[in-house]
């Protein structure tokens, strides 16, 4: 028993200098390099454990411009078998219903996989629509925002899925696509013999050519939502009251305020 | 066109309709124009949740009831919904953000075709087109989202975005549909639901909440943070590093990825300000913060601000108020 593994992942600007210290777990502001959409390293980790239990390989699917194979590298030297990165003029300006498309074919067409994986969502565009869109597409099986998973023969996995209010216990049959949150794993760090490894690894490129593809339904043409406007909202700082002198002090000084507001 | 439909799908977690669903219908009545606004409900056999959802007035609830829709799967769903919209031909879909309206939703958009906007702030017509205002970037940056030429439009809402109102006369239909094809999903099943004692839910519904940062991770400082809590009836949050410390979890997490928090009474403990963070309180009343650093961007947040240490802050508390 082996598993053949997709996992999508997409590399997200740090424009918004979101980029977490692994260590401090501090916010790093970084140069202007893309990273890696962070909960897709919980993803490739939730892969690189199955892979471990029941051997197999992992091939990471990335669908968007050149330099996305920098995150592409980087998924390599985390572990992963190899690498298909889905890049052509064709394809820019995708909504999550065109991605979701573009992605459904290429894993059609690597041809046998067992499982797709994603993360929960990307840190930029936030959607979290993508996973169960591939997964309509192909017709599988899907679950999302999945915090445990537990293989028993391989081929049929119990996950554990968080509600805002309520845990699921649910179980499927490969093939499946699953949505992995952040509390399922801590992603490892790449192995300096990984990351040697990773550069003899192949990144294979494909565009509209590669695939079987209805062009009404790639790009921007294949996008039924428009971005009609972009803006950074002015946040307008509350007029804050400093409370002086001692924490004593300050504190009456408080509840009298909130007395005055029925908030005790 | 009159008969436009504006559909909200009734998220329901172990029998109960969340609230996301009633604030749904608030605000969609609000902006309806002279659409209707119509609830889809899908419930087992021995339920009447049309009852409480009636509150909300709107024009029409739409009820499959089926015993397989205790514990349906997300495709099962989606199917469900694709039948009904093909019937009816909605103008607009509506869903709460929550886990289960970002599955449900992506996978009816699929089978569809049609454009969907993720986490809407707000919500607008113009003429026809739904305009869908969202954020991006850890809500530093908003965008406005149309779909021009794809029906129905859809999109989930973050839910506590708009409040709930009651409706005193309300004159809505229930329409029974009992002719649906079930198609059972196969290779996939819910084998267990519990619920969550959730301190998540209790502390995104608590009318007080006492927010711990970095600055106040200490044994002591937590501990005298409990004590102060338990005397003001508040609820314990946290930021995201807290989330580490054994006393809490992801669950207790406010902000961009963990809860939205409403309360009255809102209490800052050693908390910095970072944007994933504030995006979580906005919708506070009143807002107090403590921290030792006067630069702090949380006192921009703030109604009242006290520069100083959070345990010599919360021990004055604790005593004043003794
Ligand atoms: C500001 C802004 C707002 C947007 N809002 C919307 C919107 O509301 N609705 C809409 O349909 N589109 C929207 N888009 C377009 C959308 O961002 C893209 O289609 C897109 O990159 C996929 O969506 P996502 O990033 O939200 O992914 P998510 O669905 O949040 O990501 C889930 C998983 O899918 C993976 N994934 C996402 N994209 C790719 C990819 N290209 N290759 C491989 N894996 C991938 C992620 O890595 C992650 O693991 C928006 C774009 C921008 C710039
Ligand atoms: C994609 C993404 C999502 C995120 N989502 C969230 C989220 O949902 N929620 C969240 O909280 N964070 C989130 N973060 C992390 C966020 O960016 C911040 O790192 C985090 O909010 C900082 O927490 P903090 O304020 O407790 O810690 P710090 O930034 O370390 O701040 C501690 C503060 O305490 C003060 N202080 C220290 N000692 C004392 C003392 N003795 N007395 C008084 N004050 C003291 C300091 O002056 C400082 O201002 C997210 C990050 C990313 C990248």
Known sequence: MSLKIVVCIKQVPVSNNLKIDPITKNLIRSGEQGIMNPYDKNAIEAALRLKDEWGGEIILLSMGPQDFEITLREGLAMGCDGAVLLSSRQFGGADTLATGYVLSQAIKKIGNVDLVLFGRQSVDADTSQVGPIVSEFLNWPQVTFVSELHSHSGKTITATRLLENMQQKIEFQLPAVITVRREMNEPRYPTPRNIQQSYKKDIQVWDENNLSVDPDRIGVKGSPTIVRSVWAPEKEAKSTKYLNGSADEAIRELLIELNANNLL | ?322
């Not at chain 2, 509150?55 to 199917?79: C, H, M, Q």
């Not at chain 2, 009651?166 to 094809?181: Q, R």
Request: proline fraction near 4%.
């Open chain 2, 1 to 322: 066109m009159t008969d436009q439909e504006i559909w909200i799908y009734a998220e329901k977690h172990v029998g109960i309709i969340q609230p996301v669903t009633y604030q749904l219908i608030t605000k969609a009545k609000e902006i309806a124009d002279d659409k209707k606004v119509v609830v889809i409900l899908f419930e087992a056999t021995d339920k009447n949740l049309e009852n409480n959802i009636m509150e909300y007035g709107p024009d029409e609830i739409i009820v499959v009831k089926d015993d397989r829709l205790k514990d349906a799967t997300d495709s099962e769903i989606a199917n469900l919904m694709a039948e009904l919209t093909k019937r009816r031909q909605p103008n607009s879909i509506l869903f709460g953000a929550t886990v289960v309206g970002r599955s449900i939703a992506p996978r009816l958009q699929a089978k569809l075709g049609t454009g969907l906007t993720s986490d809407c702030l707000n919500l607008a017509f113009d003429d026809d087109f739904l305009i869908q205002t969202k954020p991006s970037y850890g809500d530093n940056i908003m965008c406005e989202i149309i779909c021009p030429d794809h029906r129905p439009q859809m999109a989930s809402v973050r839910p506590n975005t708009f409040a709930a109102k009651k409706i005193s006369n309300t004159t809505t239909i229930v329409t029974e549909v009992n002719d649906l094809m079930f198609k059972e999903a196969e290779r996939v099943k819910i084998i267990e639901e519990t619920p969550l004692l959730s301190k998540s839910d209790s502390i995104a519904n608590a009318d007080r909440v006492i927010a711990l940062g970095r600055g106040a991770s200490d044994d002591k400082v937590i501990s005298l943070a409990e004590e102060l809590a338990r005397k003001l009836g508040a609820k314990i949050g946290v930021t995201r590093p807290l989330t580490d410390h054994s006393k809490f979890s992801g669950e207790d997490q406010i902000g961009q990825s963990g809860n939205t928090v409403t309360p009255k009474l809102l209490i800052n403990v050693g908390i910095h300000g970072a944007v994933q963070y504030t995006t979580g309180i906005e919708k506070s009343e009143l807002i107090i913060s403590i921290n030792k650093d006067p630069k702090a961007p949380i006192f921009k947040y703030s109604d009242f601000s006290y520069v100083g240490d959070s345990k010599d802050f919360l021990e004055g508390f604790l005593k004043v108020i003794q």
